[in-house]
């Protein structure tokens, strides 16, 4: 188990690299000035030029690349233009926010998603499970950005309208105040119980066809048990795996949802700093967002390694 941890470890540092290696070329290649943008666009070519080797962005590329890598192994992501802060301090102060969102989100869309999938694979044909392909194919092909907007109309604007409750704050955050919460989980959680759906109903069926369930059903077992007991426990690995991925990319940044709502979360400190073309804080936010997702994915191999002796040989 010690081995298969440590490749995997060592796997994902090899991702982190190549994550790092990519961005920094492609923040290379852009076509804006990180030191034009400093100095303003009524600066002169030479406090540009003064600006740049301030910087090191005269240097050749490998110079560049080679101690940027440098001093991220010493944890300093360099210094934000636009907002004149070190970058680490930036990032580290988005995450309380990014963390409630993601596992908000998480709940809405495990606490809707796997048991309409497991009632829907009980009910095969009938019209409960019509009702929940539908509403699972409904999810998935509305755009989060619309969700958002109509939760926000139906919810927060139209009771304040109407009849001066302001149930759901229109936007921005307080730490741990489920009201501010609330539509911003409801949103994210939606298009994530789509797919719970459909992989929980499909798990489900793929193990309801098989000869242990036929084998507890010829023992007398109640139906309930067989379903619950047996036949869920084994389709949990797939489930498992989804949550693994959705968590990393939602603690990552959700940009979409976060731009609605006016989230601080580091998915609209990634969009705040692409329009500024903020490069230390483009390349500080997607190396903490793949790190999550690393993280998350490493976090479900060792759990599903110890559900299932097999991953481990």
Request: hydrophobic share 55%; net charge positive; aromatic share 10%.
């Amino acid at each position: 188990m010690l081995s298969y941890v440590v490749r995997r470890l060592g796997w994902a540092v090899v991702v982190l690299f190549l994550v790092a290696l990519a961005t920094f070329a492609l923040t290379y290649l852009l076509p804006a000035d990180p030191a034009r943008v400093i100095a303003g666009l009524r600066a002169s070519a030479a406090d540009v030029a003064r600006i740049r080797r301030a910087l090191g962005l005269d240097e050749p590329f490998l110079i560049q690349l080679g101690s940027y890598l440098v001093r991220i192994l010493r944890l300093d992501f360099g210094h934000s233009y636009a907002q004149n802060r070190d970058v680490l301090p930036l990032i580290l102060d988005r995450i309380p926010a990014t963390i409630q969102l993601a596992f908000g989100g998480l709940a809405v869309g495990l606490g809707i998603g796997v048991p309409l999938g497991a009632v829907a694979a009980g009910h095969r044909g009938s019209w409960v499970d019509r009702v929940a392909t539908v509403l699972a194919v409904l999810l998935v092909a509305a755009p989060t950005f619309w969700v958002g907007y109509v939760l926000k109309n139906l919810l927060a604007f139209q009771p304040l309208i109407n009849w001066h409750l302001g149930i759901f704050p229109i936007g921005g955050y307080k730490p741990l105040d489920l009201r501010y919460l609330a539509l911003p989980a409801l949103t994210l959680g939606f298009a994530a119980a789509a797919y719970y759906t459909r992989l929980t109903r499909a798990m489900m069926l793929d193990e309801m066809s098989r000869d242990y369930v036929r084998t507890a059903r010829a023992k007398g077992l109640p139906e309930s048990r067989v379903r619950w007991h047996h036949a869920f426990r084994n389709a949990l690995g797939p489930i498992l795996t989804q949550l693994g991925l959705d968590l990393g990319v939602f603690l990552g940044g959700v940009v979409v949802v976060e731009q609605v709502f006016t989230w601080p979360g580091i998915g609209k400190l990634a969009v705040d700093s692409i329009k500024t073309v903020d490069v230390p804080l483009i390349m500080g936010t997607v190396l903490f967002g793949t790190l999550f997702i690393v993280v998350a994915n490493i976090a479900v191999d060792v759990a599903n390694a110890f559900l299932d002796p097999r991953i481990r040989r």
